[in-house]
C-alpha cells in the first residue's frame, strides 16, 4: 500500500446527469471547476516555464530560485529534473457513456492548454475566449477523435459532442441526437454481430481447432463467455 497521501488516488464524482438537469447548475461551470482542481493536481511538464501559477490562481514569474532547486536536484540524483513536471495522471470516466467521458476530457484538455500558454508565457490570462480560434482547433480535434471511438464501439458517431454551437441544444440538436440513436440502434441490434466475433477471436474466446462449428455459424456466444454452463458445471 501506498503510505505517502499525495501519492494516493484521489476520486473525483460529478453527476453529469443531474447537474444538466437541475435549473440552478450549469455542466460547463461544474466541469470547469473539477478541471482546474485535477490539472492542479497533476501539473504538467515545461523545460523553460516563463511564469508560475500559484494557489488561487495567481500569476508569478519564474524565478532564478526555482531554476536553481531543479539543477540542484540534478546533480544530487544524477538524473534530468526539469525545472516544472507533470506530477500525476489524471483519467475521466463516465460510468455508463463514452461520449460524456470525451467531453469531460475536453474540458480537461482546455484547462491544461490555457494553464501551459501561460507558464510559457504566449498569453497574460490563464482564460481563453470560448469562441476563439484555439479553442475551435481543439474542439474539432476532440470531435474527430470522439466520433471514432464511438463509430468502434456503438456504430454511429458520438451522441453527446464537445461543441459551441447554440443551435445544439435546440430543436436542430434533438433531431441529430434522435438520428444518431436511431443508427446506434440499428447498428447494435443487426451489424455488431461481426464486431462481437471478431473479439471473441481476437481475445481468444473462441479457438478454431477446439471448436467443430465454425464462429459465424455460432447461434449465440453465451457459452464461449460461460464455459461452466455449457460443461454442465454451473448455471
Known amino acids: 500500500s501506498i503510505d505517502d497521501t ?9 453527476d453529469y446527469s443531474h ?35 500559484v494557489e488561487g490562481g495567481l500569476i508569478v514569474p519564474f524565478s532564478e530560485q526555482d531554476k536553481c532547486s531543479s539543477q540542484f536536484l540534478m546533480e544530487q540524483l544524477g538524473v534530468p529534473v526539469f525545472p516544472m513536471e507533470q506530477r500525476g495522471v489524471l ?27 501561460v507558464v510559457m508565457g504566449i498569453r497574460s490570462s490563464a482564460k ?24 468502434q464501439y456503438g456504430g454511429s458517431e458520438a451522441h ?28 447494435n441490434a443487426f451489424t455488431d454481430r461481426l464486431k462481437q466475433d471478431a473479439m471473441n477471436l481476437l481475445l481468444g474466446y473462441y479457438i478454431p481447432y477446439r471448436h467443430t462449428i465454425p464462429l459465424w455459424e455460432l447461434e449465440t456466444d453465451y457459452y464461449l463467455h460461460n464455459l461452466h454452463v455449457k460443461e454442465g458445471k454451473g448455471t
Open 6 to 14: 499525495k501519492h494516493k488516488i484521489r476520486y473525483c464524482a460529478l
Open 128 to 151: 481563453l475566449d470560448p469562441s476563439s480560434t484555439i479553442i475551435r482547433v481543439l474542439i474539432d480535434m476532440y470531435v474527430d477523435i470522439g466520433d471514432h471511438i464511438s463509430l
Open 19 to 53: 447537474v444538466s438537469k437541475h435549473r440552478n447548475l450549469d455542466v460547463s461551470t461544474s466541469l470547469n471547476e473539477v478541471s482546474t482542481y485535477a490539472v492542479n493536481q497533476t501539473g504538467f511538464f515545461c523545460s523553460s516555464p516563463q511564469w508560475k501559477i
Open 91 to 117: 483519467r475521466t470516466n463516465c460510468i455508463d457513456c463514452l461520449d460524456r467521458t470525451n467531453v469531460a476530457q475536453f474540458s480537461a484538455g482546455v484547462e491544461a492548454l490555457e494553464q501551459q500558454l
Open 160 to 187: 453527446k459532442k464537445v461543441t459551441s454551437d447554440a443551435s445544439i441544444h435546440g430543436p436542430i440538436g434533438k433531431h441529430k441526437e434522435l438520428l444518431t440513436s436511431i443508427r446506434r440502434y440499428y447498428s
